[in-house]
């Protein structure tokens, strides 16, 4: 696979009825069996916001996924809420976890039971022989420390913020993500950090 930083897309080009190449500025032509096109997506608040709820970006939620709308509440991409492990900052979450989570908050508010959300957020996927997990919010990092080498492809990165560890992110070393998920909001230890003999727990 390559991966092409910074390229530009000027046209997909018709082949026999179908997409067949992709052109890039400056003149590269890439045949392709099938073009896949990710452009990120966009919440569809509208009409809970034409309604009166307060949002922009997302539908604003408070800590039990409540809407500013007396008996509607919003959990999932849509959801705009304050994230403790993003510095307070209201954040939208787009990961299957956050909806799973916030929806089990709103069924225990719905059926009587206290609740409040505040799951630490994680993230996983697989590419090839690539197993990518991360465990709380790298935006906002002010350091950060590689432990082992990528050229071996198993390695991790954490990430500080103001001091302490705001995320680990694991590249074939679920090791790492699991007992880096205890390290969140402890000192960032960087020398102690970077020691792969050493384990990443607490
Ligand atoms: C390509 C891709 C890959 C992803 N990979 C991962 C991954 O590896 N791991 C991970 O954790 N997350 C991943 N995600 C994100 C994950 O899919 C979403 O975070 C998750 O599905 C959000 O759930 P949701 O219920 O909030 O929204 P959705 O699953 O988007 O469900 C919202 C539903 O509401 C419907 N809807 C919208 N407007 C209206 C309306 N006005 N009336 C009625 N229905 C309406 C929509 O049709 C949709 O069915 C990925 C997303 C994409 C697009």
């Known amino acids: 696979m390559t991966f092409r930083l910074d390229a530009q897309v000027t046209g997909i080009e018709e082949v026999g009825r179908r997409a067949g190449a992709v052109h890039l500025h400056g003149g590269a032509r890439l045949p392709a069996d099938l073009v896949l096109v990710g452009i990120g997506i966009v919440p569809s608040v509208a009409p809970l916001l034409a309604a009166g709820a307060h949002g ?79 465990v709380g919010l790298v935006p906002g990092y002010d350091a950060f420390v590689l432990r082992g080498d990528p050229a071996g492809r198993a390695f991790s990165a954490v990430y500080g913020r103001k001091g302490l560890v ?23 230890d960087a020398g102690r950090i970077a020691d792969a003999s050493t384990p990443l727990r607490v």
């Open 56 to 134: 922009g970006d997302g539908v604003a939620v408070d800590d039990g996924c409540r809407t500013s709308l007396p008996d509607v509440f919003a959990i999932g991409d849509c959801a705009l809420h304050a994230n403790r492990f993003a510095d307070g900052a209201a954040i939208r979450l787009e990961s299957v976890q956050n909806a799973h989570d916030q929806a089990q908050t709103v069924a225990r508010l719905l059926t009587g039971s206290p609740a409040h959300y505040d799951s630490i957020p994680w993230f996983w996927s697989h590419q090839y022989d690539l197993k990518l997990q991360t």
């Open 166 to 188: 705001c995320a680990v992110t694991s590249i074939n070393v679920p090791r790492d993500f699991v007992q880096g998920r205890a390290l969140i909001g402890h000192p960032f």
